[in-house]
């Protein structure tokens, strides 16, 4: 079976490859948009891309019932293993922006991200984050995380992306207008946006966005609702 991605709302995704699960950006709990409750997934990793509360969400409470391996930057590692959230060391991954590790035969490597990183209890949490992360059966999906757009996306693309993951909500991250222009500069066979119409400020009209990509971009554009998946085709 290929590998395939299902949009939970918001920022939150899982994907499927090869019997094994990962999970990014849990916020399911308070998440109006949810497609899943935080007791109903399984995943054998969790990605963080940043500190805010809308993309850690749920993410230590998951890793606690499931065992999950958590990565995110050096500085949320460093928070998940602190007071309160008590992850161990052994199951956590801390790298910084252009590294990676491997887990379970799925490399991940953080990318730049333009935004903001604070925690929910006010923790400093590094610079967010976005990932590459190429699935055991060589699929290769970027999730930007939240950001604006910046150049640097060119030299992303070069890697050859089956699937880029971008957020098109505005407000808080790029809208639609960077969004275009994104996809133009990472080139990936198909798109999909997130972090749109959970809430009010971030209301975005997809279909639209989705007819512009088809028409301007090279870029087959995926739209989903939440709690769709969605199988990714290789080149
Ligand atoms: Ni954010
Ligand atoms: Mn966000």
């Known amino acids: 079976m290929p590998t395939r991605v299902s949009w939970l709302g918001h920022s939150a995704l899982l994907f499927e490859s090869e019997g094994k699960s990962v999970l990014i950006d849990p916020f399911l709990t308070g998440n109006p948009a949810a497609a899943a409750t935080a007791d109903a997934v399984k995943p054998d990793l969790i990605l963080i891309t940043h500190g805010h509360g809308d993309h850690v969400g749920d993410a230590v409470g998951i890793a606690k ?8 930057n050096y500085e949320i590692s460093e928070w998940l ?41 006010g923790t400093y949490g590094g610079n967010p984050a976005g990932f590459v992360v190429t699935f055991p059966d060589g699929t290769k999906v970027y999730d930007a ?16 992306l089956d699937l880029a993951i971008v957020p098109i909500g505005d407000y808080y991250t790029m809208g639609p207008d960077d969004a275009i222009r994104a996809v133009k500069l990472l080139k990936p066979r198909h798109v999909l946006p997130i972090h749109y119409n959970t809430f009010p400020p971030i209301a975005q009209d997809a279909a639209r966005w989705a007819e512009r990509v088809a028409k301007e971009t090279s870029a087959k554009p995926i739209v989903l609702k939440p709690g769709d998946w969605f199988e990714i085709p290789r080149g």
């Open 145 to 160: 995380g939240d950001t604006a757009l910046f150049g640097d996306m060119a030299l992303i693309g070069e890697e050859g």
């Open 81 to 121: 293993q602190g007071p309160g959230r008590d992850l161990p060391a052994a199951r956590i991954h801390g790298p910084q922006h252009g590294g990676s590790f491997t887990f379970e035969g799925i490399r991940v490597k953080l990318t730049l991200a333009f935004h903001g990183s604070v925690l929910p209890d």
């Open 65 to 72: 019932r499931t065992g999950a391996t958590v990565a995110a």
